[in-house]
């Protein structure tokens, strides 16, 4: 009996053993896991830090980018007009002239003239008077000042233009304000 219980003992013993190994075996593989996700985290870690630090040199880069746009678009818009003022400056000087001449004749082809150099600017720049009289009223283009029976005039076009109106590269600048055909 003593023999069996020493041979189960003993068994016993040699399950734990094994059992002992194996843990020991998990255990070192654990470990190596353990340590191979360590350095994945380490990579991680510098990879995610390089991305912070390009991040923060883009956002840097950006703000200057938007600080040299905001003020060359200040200066753009200082002096949007330079152009056109040294071209009107012409029929400025030209309208100063005619207004020393004595002369009416002279004085009325002077003042024609300057008018034809703004209106050449105008046109230049591109400015267009909008067509009002006889044409249908549009409210895009047209400010109704008045409403008017008219014998010769279809209803809803415009029989007198009062004021004239201009657009800027299709756009409305002055509405044209005009008297409209109701019947």
Do not use: W
């Amino acid at each position: 009996m003593a023999k069996k219980k020493e041979k189960e003992e003993s068994k016993e013993t040699k399950d734990l053993q094994e059992q002992y190994d194996e843990l020991l075996e998990e255990l070192a593989s654990k470990d190596e896991e353990i340590s191979s996700l360590k350095e994945d985290l380490e990579k991680q870690e510098a990879e995610t830090q390089e991305y912070v630090s390009l991040s923060q040199r883009l956002q840097a880069d950006f703000e200057n980018f938007k600080k040299i746009t905001d003020k060359r678009n200040v200066e753009i818009v200082k002096f949007a007009n330079e152009d056109l003022i040294k071209e009107f400056l012409d029929c400025y000087e030209d309208l100063q002239r005619s207004l020393t001449i004595e002369n009416d004749k002279d004085f009325r082809e002077g003042v024609e003239l300057i008018y034809n150099k703004f209106s050449d600017v105008l046109t230049k720049e591109g400015v267009e008077e909008i067509p009002s009289k006889g044409e249908k009223f549009d409210l895009n283009k047209h400010e109704a000042l008045m409403v008017q029976e008219s014998e010769d005039v279809e209803n809803g076009y415009i029989i007198e233009e009062l004021m004239k109106g201009y657009t800027y590269k299709d756009k409305v600048l002055k509405y044209s304000k005009v008297i409209v055909c109701k019947k």
